[in-house]
């Protein structure tokens, strides 16, 4: 029942979105705006077949159905409630299916949204977009990577069960959900650039339409990438967040070009400039995703979080071509119409920075991308395997992330179009003091290394800079009646929150990896050792019994404090046991414990790992600070009041975009122009969003 049920769910939602592509083309090759209306109707139901088929492996999963290979080999009638629910992304063809129900969620959101425009062209072409790609993952799963295949002889008494990796921390739960709310997010953004392209409309309209879309795409995959190093840190026991594992890095390239496009597109909205920068920021996202899945789930590398071989590889390798040759042929096919109708007047800008930040941005994915392909490469060309490891990684991407620190301290206090070297030194003065003073402080403290002093200087430098702008933003709103709190919402000032966030993460990459320390103590129960300043001591062992686990125990006391419980476990039977570290975290340092070797006679010594890394709690904090200006930065912000809303030069207030002098960023740029600067007329904006109504000037 479970199989049939199955397979319905996804035949329905491959029908629909093929049909649906059918219709919305017919209906605009026609011009018959009454057949593009019918997308919400198709939507509807890829969603009700992806959730019918969602409904009906969680079903098989919890009754234990056997009968179907793919609960077989993740599940077990031993596993946990929460495991057996997340046993359906811990494998190849269920997490396609998570895919193409997320997928199916966004497209039937992206409808409603624009319900009043569904006739537009431009909105027809996205949603015919976005049908093909549902066609695409919703094909996979009628073909090779079907979750709902049945065990071909007799059905087993029992399943293997979820990798005993996959068991071991609820953080399963959450982060590949969050990763996949990220990737699956950027088709909006990439099939409204398509269309933008395909209807020759290549004016900001498509941009404003999906602005929030974009931001609430890379919001998620924050948090999903911040929970994978999360769980990485709590559960494999080697001590560490990130490895440049290739899979890490799948996740991590798509990120950087979309905040890099978050960056420039304020650029095309203010000025009319980087518009193929943009398209191709936007297209290379959604390219990066397709190629992350395909790194992750064709079998092609060896890695923790990848999947085992699997037939796809070819075809989303396929698809991935496609997607490139299309986004790549439409640009250069309107390449005429591209063409801004301006240029940057001065590197001492806004918009100057943001350039510069975006080619950072795009040398940091190109060697993300060269250090993560090239074995690969190699292998397919020479027959020989390599290995690009930390090193590669660590040397090529230091001196770029100090230049984008460097970048977030200057960049908020350039105003846009030019600047002088004056209002410079009165806007940087005092947060370059405060990084000065945060380097003499850490060489007064011992701290040494060219590295770490940088990271800790800039990241004091870039602080004190976007902490002032949000001190402005709040006083500028507090001064007009508005409360300081509407200060610190609006993208902008979201984005002032959002690099506070990263400084805390570089400052805390910089410290625990620099001064991190390792250690092995063998310990008999009852004796106490020092290690890098922190008193250990074991107590005892436990063995630990459950129907889903058995484990033995080592009860440790960090400074006085606990028992921590380090163990060795294994999950099931006849497989391999694997160690589960105990932390005890604070705001100066994590002592993280693992259970190294256990005695070989009753009352014999044991081997605890002890790694000292200081303010990886840091790390987590500022992951958070991320998502919190990710959410402000989705509140609108405060509308300029200028008289004539076309005309009036914008305040020259150095709030950045965060006060007066700037303008919300959660608005279209119609509000407030200065003199000279492109305006976005509401034909070109697409039709898909019209342009506020002027706001009259509030009297004194």
Not at 318 to 324: E, K, P, S
Not at 580 to 606: F, N
């Amino acid at each position: 029942m479970n199989a049939a049920l199955g397979h319905s769910g996804v035949l329905l939602s491959l029908a629909a979105s093929v049909a649906g592509v059918a219709v919305i083309a017919y209906g605009l090759a026609r011009k018959r705006t009454d057949l593009a209306r019918t997308a919400r109707v198709y939507a509807g139901l890829v969603l009700a077949g992806a959730v019918v088929a969602t409904v009906a492996m969680q079903r098989a999963l919890i009754t234990h159905d056997f009968s179907l290979a793919f609960v077989a080999a993740n599940n077990s009638r031993a596993t946990p409630l929460l495991y057996t629910i997340t046993g359906m992304w811990s494998a190849l063809a269920g997490s396609i299916l998570l895919w193409g129900l997320i997928l199916a969620g966004y497209i039937v959101a992206m409808v409603w949204r624009f319900r009043r425009q569904a006739a537009d062209p431009l909105v027809a072409w996205a949603t015919l977009v976005t049908l093909a790609v549902a066609a695409f993952f919703f094909a996979l799963m009628a073909g090779p990577a079907d979750p709902f295949a049945t065990v071909s002889g007799p059905v087993p008494a029992n399943g293997l069960g979820p990798n005993v990796l996959l068991q071991d921390n609820p953080l399963v739960a959450f982060h590949p959900p969050l990763l996949y709310l990220g990737f699956v997010g950027f088709t909006i953004p990439f099939a409204f650039a398509m269309a933008s392209l395909v209807t020759g409309r290549i004016g900001e309209g498509w941009q404003v339409a999906t602005r929030r879309w974009t931001l609430f795409a890379w919001g998620f995959l924050t948090v999903g990438i911040v929970l994978g190093a999360w769980w990485s840190y709590q559960v494999l026991g080697w001590g560490g967040f990130w490895a440049w594992d290739p899979v890490e890095n799948a996740s991590f390239l798509p990120w950087l070009c979309a905040t890099a496009y978050l960056h420039s597109v304020m650029v095309q909205e203010r000025r009319g400039l980087l518009r193929v920068w943009n398209l191709s920021l936007v297209i290379a996202t959604f390219c990066l995703t397709i190629l992350g899945t395909f790194l992750t789930r064709s079998g092609v590398i060896t890695s923790v979080h990848a999947f085992s071989d699997s037939d796809i590889g070819p075809l989303l390798l396929g698809f991935f071509g496609v997607v490139l040759a299309a986004g790549v042929g439409l640009i250069a096919w309107r390449g005429d119409r591209l063409r801004s109708p301006g240029g940057i007047d001065s590197p001492l800008s806004r918009e100057g920075a943001f350039l510069v930040n975006n080619l950072l941005f795009v040398t940091f994915a190109f060697v993300v991308l060269l250090g993560t392909v090239f074995p690969l490469l190699y292998e397919a060309f020479r027959g020989q395997q390599v290995t690009v490891g930390a090193p590669y990684f660590n040397v090529m991407t230091l001196p770029i992330g100090l230049a984008l620190l460097f970048l977030m301290a200057i960049g908020p206090a350039l105003p846009w179009r030019k600047t002088t070297l004056s209002t410079l030194r009165d806007r940087l003065t005092v947060p370059a003091w405060a990084g000065a003073l945060v380097v003499v402080a850490c060489v007064a403290g011992g701290v040494r290394g060219l590295a770490p002093l940088g990271a800790f200087g800039l990241g004091g430098f870039a602080a004190a800079a976007n902490a002032r702008q949000l001190v402005l933003s709040a006083r500028g709103a507090r001064r007009s009646g508005a409360g300081a709190w509407r200060g610190l919402v609006g993208r902008a000032n979201g984005g002032m929150v959002v690099h506070l966030g990263v400084v805390v993460i570089a400052v805390a990459l910089a410290a625990a990896t620099s001064f991190g320390h390792r250690s092995e103590v063998t310990l008999r129960p009852g004796q106490v050792v020092s290690s890098d300043g922190h008193r250990i001591e074991l107590v005892g062992l436990a063995r630990i019994r459950t129907p889903a686990r058995t484990a033995t125990e080592a009860l440790v006391r960090v400074d006085g404090r606990g028992p921590l419980r380090p163990a060795v476990s294994q999950f099931g039977a006849n497989t391999e046991a694997v160690g589960t570290p105990a932390i005890e975290s604070s705001l100066e340092d994590d002592v993280y414990l693992t259970v190294d070797a256990l005695p070989a006679t009753p009352g014999g010594p044991v081997t605890i790992g002890v790694t000292v890394q200081p303010l990886v709690a840091w790390l987590w904090g500022g992951g958070a600070l991320l998502v919190l200006g990710a959410l402000l930065a989705a509140v609108p912000g405060r509308r300029r009041r200028p008289t004539d809303p076309v005309s009036a030069p914008v305040p020259g207030g150095e709030a950045g975009d965060g006060s007066n002098g700037s303008g919300d960023a959660g608005h279209p740029p119609t509000v407030g122009v200065a003199p000279g600067r492109r305006t976005v007329a509401p034909a070109e904006r697409g039709g898909v969003e019209p342009a506020p109504e002027p706001v009259p000037a509030r009297a004194p």
